[in-house]
């Protein structure tokens, strides 16, 4: 009976997501990535005929990781609320939440990881990572569109615009953090993030009441 490789594709993938994040994807060489999974380089080429090849395979799983991640805390947030304005207070919450459990600085984003050495990278597997940052765009655009007609905001805003600064607010963070070695640097922006929103989109005057 053949032997199951996943245990072993899985190493790589976690020995190389740890290197590039720790110190880059030029410096995350092969026999690096060999050593830190403990893995014979016939095994490496076994899995990922190239770097390349790791890379993308990288980036794909990381950016399905982020998609669940997204569906999974916008059902959580929706089932809190049936207001627009509170949904989104509650999902910007539960990230806030989440980040606030941190006891070491978070390792970084993978995406940011890639487009800071894009020269690496093939055109397909850059795209993964556009994709992903539009899909943010898209699915919180039209939640603060929405948000927007029953809210009205205080100053004129851009949907779009304002669903990217959570991903600004993140990749920030994330350098803060790493910087300074404060693992609450994140939370601590998202809630700036979080209130912004909602001396944003004000309560209205019969809600309030």
Known sequence: MPRDGTATRTAIL?????????????AASVDRVIAAAGITK????????SKAALAR????????LDHEKL?????????????????????????????????EPYPGCLFA?????????DEATLQVVRDSMILWRERLGT???????????????????LADMITVVYEGAFILSRTLREPQA?????A??????????????????
């Open 14 to 26: 976690d020995a190389a997501e740890a290197l590039i994040l720790e110190s880059g994807f030029s």
């Open 113 to 121: 990881s890639y487009c800071a050495e894009a020269g690496l990278f």
């Open 186 to 190: 994140v939370a601590r922006q998202l």
């Open 143 to 161: 939640r603060f569109a929405n948000i927007a007609r029953r809210h009205p905001p205080s100053i004129a805003v851009d949907p779009a615009s």
């Open 71 to 103: 569906d999974e805390t916008l059902r959580r947030a929706d089932a809190l609320s049936d207001d627009p304005r509170q949904r989104m207070l509650a999902f910007v919450g539960l990230l806030q939440e989440e980040m606030a459990e941190l006891t």
């Open 192 to 209: 700036h993030y979080r209130n912004y929103l909602e001396l944003l989109f004000p309560l209205d005057a019969q809600i309030r009441g």
């Open 42 to 49: 016939g095994s490496f080429f076994y899995h990922f005929d």
């Open 57 to 64: 395979a990288l980036i794909d799983r990381f950016a399905a």
